[in-house]
C-alpha cells in the first residue's frame, strides 16, 4: 500500500504502521485523528477501511492549511513547489524560512514554502521558538526530494470529503459516539529535558499530559475506541496503568538527533483500551 505523506514529521508513524496495524479494530466507520502531523495513520486507515466519517485536525494552522491546499488546489501547489525547487540552496532557504516567519508568502504559496522548508531544513523538523517563528537550519541534502507530483495528487483524493480541522484535540468531543475510533499520537513525554517536543510554541508538558489522560478516559466512557502511542516513561505508565488498558510494546526508528549513533531503534507504548 502507498502511504502519501508529502511531509515530513518528528515521530511520525510510517514506520510502525504494521505494529499499529496488528492493534487496530476489525472495523471502522468514523474515525477521528486530533494529532495529525504528516498523517501516516490516517492514510492508511482511508485506503484500508474507507471511514464514511473521517475528521483529522491539530493545532498547528500551517499544517492544517497545507493539507487544505492539498485538498483544494493541488496544481497551483505543485507550480509553486517546482519554483521552490529549482532554487533551492541554503541562502534561498534562509530567504524563504524568513518571509515564512514575516506573513509574506500567502494561501497556497504559503503551503508551498511550508513543505518546501520542511523537506530542506535539518532532519525534517518542525519546531518554532516561543514566538512561534520556525527556526530550523538548512539540511545538508545533496539532493532533497521535496515533493512528489504523484504522491500529492494521490493524497489529494484520498483526502476528499473528509473533515480537517485547526483544533486542540479536544474538540473532537463534539461529534464522537460509541465504538468511534480514535488515534492518538501527542507530543510524547520527553525521555530527557533536553528532547524535541516544540511543535508549538507552548512545550507540551506534564499538566498538558494529565489532561490527555482524562479527555482517553472521557472518551472510554463514551464507549469509543482509543489508540494512543506515547514514549515508555514513569508518567505514561502512571496515567495508562496495565489494569485498565492493553498496552503493548513496539519498536520505533528514530532519526532525529545530533549526534548519529544515537539514533535507532527505541521501545514505544501503544496503548488502548479494547
Known sequence: MIIPTFLKWAGGKKRLIKDIERSLPKKIDRYFEPFLGAGAIFFYIKQKYNPKFCVISDINKDLIDTFKAVIDNPKELIKFLKYFKKNNSKEFYYRVRDKFNKGKFKQIQKSAAFIYLNKTCYNGLYRVNSK???????????????????????????LKNVRIKCQNYEKIKDYIRKNDFVYLDPCY????????????PKRFCDVDNEKLSLFVAELKRRNSKV??????????KRLYPKNQFNIIKVWCSRSINCIGEKRGKIPELLIKNY
Request: net charge positive.
Open 189 to 200: 513525554d520527553p525521555l530527557k529535558k533536553t528532547s524535541f517536543a516544540n511543535y508549538t
Open 132 to 158: 512561534g517563528g520556525f527556526n530550523v537550519p538548512y539540511g545538508k541534502y545533496k539532493n532533497p526530494e521535496i515533493f512528489n507530483e504523484k504522491t500529492i495528487m494521490f493524497a489529494s483524493r484520498l
Open 227 to 236: 489508540l494512543l502511542s506515547n514514549n515508555i516513561t514513569k508518567n505514561v
